[in-house]
């Protein structure tokens, strides 16, 4: 193990979102590491944010840069700490992420924090001997709760008791983090998170609900950390919810399928299309692919509305004529692969949502209306966060309007 001190630690991991932050703490306190999400963010987050960047970064650095503060200021010491923030390469600023943390904190004399960044390349050497283990764990983490929020996004618009949905919810994300926290086999902790998804299944089942509304179905693509902290975009799931629309959310294990085929990609561009090294590629794509499997069939009929690819290489496809995976690279491509995905499988429009600045959601801002007329001229918004409110309440309105005026219209209505 290159980094025996994490144990003495409590790693923090950022929200991206909240219930994933959780169940994928618990995943690595099943390796022994003592995890949790970071704390909630609030006015003083960017506050703090602010004051340690320059402003030529993107939100997601200062929101995340406000909540690892406020973890120091909660009373834990520099040495105690360690905090997860994932890298990737590429052009985008988010490589520069973890490497800016270390150099903020080293600045104000905190040598002794620990940024923990693991990834493929370095065989997840940070984790120690349990890395393989907790990449299945982590896996299974991602998602079970993602399986969760989906329900919840279908129930909670329609819920007759304001906030009945929501306690189901977090009553089986801490079933669930209970569950993937445990020091056990891995086919008996698949027994167990399948037997509680089928339990909040019926639960969610019996939660009296409206079935006179129709409800504009809204999917959300756009920037990973953005779109899924609900911090940084101003609740808008919510907002969206509470003028009477239902969501569908591009969930954080796309981006964990997309640096997948990044991987296989690479890998075939270095000439090891048939080598050791794909091989066991291969199986482990296999591995997390069969469990999300398992996980995903007690759920299968109510959550149809809601069905993924079978393989990621059809978002790849359908960005094709956009963006053509291979000579371009970064979210864009996924954001504009998973709308013209959301299109076909019938919501009435899309919502992009990107920090400020962000050059992913620039370029796919670009590209949205020759999409958009390529697709039935479906309604597609970017609705950009700079820390600054938006007046959400309006703009969610008049795109509402619009959805709503898409459905009346489209030919593959739900
Ligand atoms: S995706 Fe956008 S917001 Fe995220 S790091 Fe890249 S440029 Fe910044």
């Known amino acids: 193990m290159k980094n025996p001190d994490i144990r003495n630690r409590k790693l923090f991991v950022p929200r991206m979102p909240s219930e994933a932050a959780r169940a994928f703490a618990a995943a690595f306190r099943s390796v022994g590491i003592d995890a949790a999400e970071t704390p909630q963010s609030d006015s003083k987050t960017l506050e703090i944010g602010a004051k340690f960047t320059h402003g030529d970064e993107c939100l997601p650095q200062k929101v995340t840069m406000g909540d690892f503060f406020s973890v120091l200021n909660n009373g834990l010491a520099p040495h105690e700490v360690a905090f997860f923030m994932p ?63 989906k329900l919840l996004h279908k129930i909670r618009p329609l819920e007759l ?93 796309e981006w964990v399928r997309y640096a997948m085929a990044e991987r296989k990609y690479q890998l075939i561009q270095d000439g090891k299309r048939w080598s050791k090294e794909m091989l066991s590629f291969l199986i482990k794509n296999y591995i997390l692919m069969k469990d999300e499997h398992d996980l995903t069939k007690p759920l299968k009929e109510d959550l149809h509305l809601f069905e993924e690819p079978k393989n990621f290489d059809e978002i790849l496809k359908l960005a094709e004529p956009y963006l053509p995976f291979g000579k371009i690279s970064g979210e864009m491509v996924v954001s504009i692969g998973r709308a013209c995905y959301l299109q076909k499988k019938g919501v009435d429009g899309i919502i992009d949502i990107s920090p400020f600045t962000c050059m992913n959601g620039i370029v ?51």
């Open 87 to 149: 890298i990737a390469p590429g052009p985008c600023r988010f490589g520069q992420y973890a490497p800016l943390f270390d150099k903020t904190f080293k600045d104000l004399g905190y040598n002794d924090i620990m940024i923990i960044s693991p990834t493929s390349m370095t065989g997840y050497n940070e984790l120690g001997e349990h890395g393989e283990e907790f990449i299945r764990t982590g896996w299974r983490a991602l998602v079970t709760a993602e399986l969760l929020s």
């Open 161 to 253: 008791e304001i906030g009945s949905s929501d306690v189901i919810f977090e009553k089986h994300l801490n079933v669930i983090c209970s569950i993937l926290e445990q020091k056990i086999d891995q086919d008996d902790k698949m027994k167990k998170l399948v037997s509680a998804l089928t339990s909040a299944r019926d639960e969610f089942r019996k939660i009296k609900i409206n079935t006179s509304i129709i409800t504009p179905f809204i999917g959300i693509v756009g920037e990973i950390f953005c779109r899924l902290n609900s911090f940084s975009n101003q609740e808008t799931v919510k907002e969206i919810e509470r003028q009477g629309g239902m969501v569908w959310m591009s969930d954080i294990t």
């Open 364 to 414: 796919s801002e670009a590209i949205y209306p020759r999409l958009s007329k390529e697709h039935n001229n479906i309604p597609i918004k970017v609705f950009y966060f700079d820390g600054v409110p938006l007046d959400l309440e309006r703009d969610i309105g008049i795109f509402l309007e619009l959805a709503r005026s898409y459905r009346k219209k489209k030919k593959n209505t739900l």
